[in-house]
């Protein structure tokens, strides 16, 4: 039976808090960013934290260990 794989693109893209809580990267801020209003720029700085359940199946589908 093989070794199971990492989920290594998980990994870089979630952070898990010493208590659990899940943080991610906001999305849409890659390119075309002069469409963006300045409000959306703003408010999409630094990282978010995921609501609970998407947290929970985040977790549990990818950064078992």
Known sequence: MPKMKTKSSARKRFKVSATGKVFVGVANKRHNMRKR?????RQARG?????????AKVVKQWLHD
């Open 47 to 55: 990282t978010k934290q995921l609501s609970p359940g998407h947290a």
């Open 37 to 41: 209003s300045n409000r959306m720029l």
